[in-house]
């Protein structure tokens, strides 16, 4: 029994540290394959993270390359744009200085066009596109790119069309202004015309019609363009209102010449002409010979002159058929004053013979015979033609009755003007044998405005019946 219990012991001791042996190899089996759930979970994170991250960069990357086409998109469009104003703003360039009310927005212009030309690499021109193997941040800086050029092509675009639309806008306000001014002259000589003729026409109905016309012209004078009516229309309505306004004149200056039973286109006419008057003196001689020769003149009087005195003089020419015209107010050289000076030399003697009784005959003639641009203006915006002459009698000169009549008779052609200055006593008595030499040699003498055919045209020089100077010319013509 003892060994029996020995032996036992010593198998259950055995059995023992087996069971023991085995539970620590469990124990070593169970940590070595713990790890695995953990490496596959690790590897599933992975797995996600790497599909995640791969879906953000295709997200991101569709996303940067919406973002630069849509800015490719904006920068074309601008160039467009910006090619649209700069063809603009190059025909407007072919505007000068001269077409346009104010200058300075033409060298603005010609600035803004000379500095807004962009290369085709400031409009983005080569530029790569959206497309290809690229990082987002490459396409989101090709964006950025592109909504830089965008952006120099707008600003340009807007500086070019800005500069582009003032010289059009100084052109089209230029071309209402010359069109008012054109106007306005017609309208200052038509109205002078009104007045002459009245009780010289054989038909009263062209001196209403051209009443009616100046009516119509003095509103569009004054006229404003608006945003219903740009000033291009309203400068186009001008120049018909201008066409209609010269035909209403012409028909009263026919009228004119039927009344008068004088037509200078089929009679040889000349003109005598007097200056520097009135003289309190030889003036009125020289209109009672006049009267009694039964031959109608052109007195210019310098307004300076006119006195209270000469009123029955001046007022008497209306009723003889006379002409008064302007010779300035105190006698000057016009061609050395400026504008405004020359303005108020003709309007203070305008009003200096209306004053007196008096009839304004829209005749101007410079002291001296001396005109330049500035006089020619002046003149055509006080609604007066300039007359100068052909046939001098050099009366100033010899003051010789004699010499006088030999020099005007013998000088003598149709179509003359005769320049003599009522002033001198020998001129007043060369009168008779001028006149009664003249007419034997078959002239018929008249008036300037019957030789000029009823209505001078403002702002023109005459020298004769068809010998002109246009309005801004500088060449005589004949006509």
């Not at 469990?26 to 690790?42: D, G, Y």
């Not at 200052?188 to 009780?199: E, I, M, P, V």
């Not at 012409?250 to 009135?278: E, N, R, W």
């Not at 005769?418 to 008249?446: C, E, W």
């Amino acid at each position: 029994m003892g060994k029996t219990d020995g032996t036992s012991g010593t198998v259950n001791g055995s059995n023992g540290a087996l069971d023991e042996g085995l539970d620590v190899l469990a124990s070593v089996r169970f940590r070595r394959r713990r790890p695995w759930p953990i490496v596959l979970v690790c590897m599933v994170c992975v797995v996600a993270l790497v599909a995640g991250g791969l879906t953000w960069m295709h997200v991101a990357y569709v996303a940067a390359q919406s973002d630069c086409e849509s800015a490719i998109s904006r920068r074309d469009s601008a160039v467009v744009v910006y090619r649209r104003a700069l063809t603009k703003a190059t025909s407007a360039s072919s505007i000068t200085a001269d077409d346009v009310k104010d200058a300075s927005v033409v060298t603005a212009l010609g600035k803004a066009v000379s500095s807004g030309r962009l290369s085709s690499s400031q409009l983005g021109g080569g530029s790569p596109g959206c497309t290809g193997r690229v990082m987002p941040d490459r396409l989101r800086e090709r964006a950025r790119a592109a909504d830089r050029s965008s952006a120099r092509a707008r600003s340009s675009a807007r500086a070019l069309a800005s500069a582009a639309q003032k010289v059009i806008a100084s052109r089209d306000a230029k071309t209402l202004s010359d069109a008012q001014s054109d106007l306005g002259t017609l309208v200052a000589s038509a109205n002078k015309l009104l007045d002459y003729s009245k009780g010289q026409v054989s038909d009263d109905a062209t001196r209403t019609a051209l009443s009616d016309a100046i009516a119509r012209a003095t509103l569009l004078v004054s006229e404003h363009s608006t945003a219903s009516r740009s000033a291009t229309s309203l400068a186009s309505t001008c120049r018909e209102q201008y066409t209609a306004l010269e035909k209403a004149i012409a028909d009263v200056s026919d009228s004119i010449t039927d009344q008068s039973g004088v037509d200078c286109d089929k009679l040889k006419c000349i003109a005598l002409t007097f200056d520097d008057g009135p003289d309190s003196s030889s003036d009125a001689t020289i209109r009672d010979e006049l009267e009694r020769l039964k031959v109608k003149a052109t007195f210019f009087m310098i307004g300076n002159t006119i006195t209270s005195s000469d009123d029955s003089v001046i007022a008497r020419d209306a009723k003889d058929g006379n002409l008064d015209g302007n010779h300035s107010w105190s006698h000057p050289n016009l061609t050395d004053l400026e504008a405004d000076d020359v303005e108020s030399q003709l309007v203070k003697t305008d009003r200096a013979i209306t004053d007196a009784g008096g009839v304004l005959s829209g005749l101007v003639r410079p002291p001296y015979g001396s005109w330049n641009d500035t006089v020619r203006n002046q003149a055509a915006a006080n609604g007066d033609a300039i007359i100068l002459w052909n046939i001098d009698s050099e009366d100033w000169k010899n003051r010789d009755a004699t010499t006088t009549t030999t020099r005007v008779v013998k000088s003598a052609r149709a179509g003359s003007i005769v320049l003599m200055h009522s002033i001198y006593q020998s001129t007043a008595d060369a009168l008779p044998d001028i006149v009664n030499q003249l007419r034997a040699k078959g002239f018929t003498l008249v008036t300037v405005t019957q030789l000029l055919g009823g209505s001078p045209k403002p702002g023109w020089v005459y020298y004769g019946q068809h010998d002109m100077i246009h309005l801004g010319q500088t060449k005589q013509v004949e006509e």
